[in-house]
T-cell receptor, first 111, second 112 residues
Framework: SAVISQKPSRDICQRGTSLTIQCQVD?????MFWYRQQPGQSLTLIAT?????????ESGFVIDKFPISRPNLTFSTLTVSNMSPEDSSIYLC????????FGAGTRLSVL | EDKVVQSPLSLVVHEGDTVTLNCSYE??????LLWYKQEKKAPTFLFML????IEKKSGRLSSILDKKELFSILNITATQTGDSAVYLC????????????FGTGTRLAVRP
């Protein structure tokens, strides 16, 4: 298993600002993912965070809006840029050891 | 495009009832199906299924996969209020780099 620390747990932000979410794992992992869960919806994959290279984004998500860093095998950040109320969601990081484990999530509200 | 459909969307039962949650899928090069329980924000892992007909069991929860008919069920017996949550089904395809495609979930409410 893996212990994942994600922060902040929640935040309320003004439109037009940016928020950076951090994800720390207690062991080195190759694969880290970032998901979004909009209200009442299921989880949608934003991107795969690759160590030492640019993140791989899924259709509908772009680097300018969701820049991701992965400086080492235990840490990643996701920034939600130039936020609008439509970005209000739960953001989750996950890692794969034998199965995929999730962090506690960040509940973001944009006013 | 991979597709995961869960039913029912929501369910209200009383403590002690038995519930069955359904998950059907369409995925190319299927590798595994996973069940998660989401109570607040973080999904917690329940089961991973890769082979047909082999029941996975953990306490009052059990799950089975049918790869011919492309579905899985999650059973919860003697439900308790602590079972109230959203139950998510996800599928993984081979060579997907561990990416998961999630269903919309079943919201279960267990009343005392």
């Amino acid at each position: 298993s893996a212990v994942i620390s994600q922060k902040p747990s929640r935040d309320i932000c003004q439109r037009g600002t940016s928020l950076t979410i951090q994800c720390q794992v207690d062991s080195q992992v190759t694969m880290m993912f970032w998901y979004r869960q909009q209200p009442g919806q299921s989880l949608t994959l934003i991107a795969t965070a690759n160590q030492g290279s640019e993140a791989t984004y899924e259709s509908g998500f772009v680097i300018d809006k969701f820049p991701i860093s992965r400086p080492n095998l235990t840490f990643s950040t996701l920034t939600v840029s130039n936020m609008s109320p439509e970005d209000s969601s739960i953001y989750l990081c996950s890692v794969v050891t034998n199965i995929q484990y999730f962090g506690a999530g960040t509940r973001l509200s944009v006013l | 495009e991979d597709k995961v459909v869960q039913s029912p969307l929501s369910l209200v039962v009383h403590e002690g009832d038995t519930v069955t949650l359904n998950c059907s899928y369409e995925v190319t090069n299927f590798r595994s199906l996973l069940w998660y329980k989401q109570e607040k924000k973080a999904p917690t892992f329940l089961f991973m299924l890769t082979s047909s007909g082999i029941e996975k069991k953990s306490g009052r929860l059990s799950s089975i996969l049918d790869k011919k008919e492309l579905f899985s069920i999650l059973n919860i017996t003697a439900t308790q209020t602590g079972d109230s949550a959203v139950y998510l089904c996800a599928v993984e395809r081979k060579s997907s780099g561990d990416k998961l495609t999630f269903g919309t979930g079943t919201r279960l409410a267990v009343r005392p």
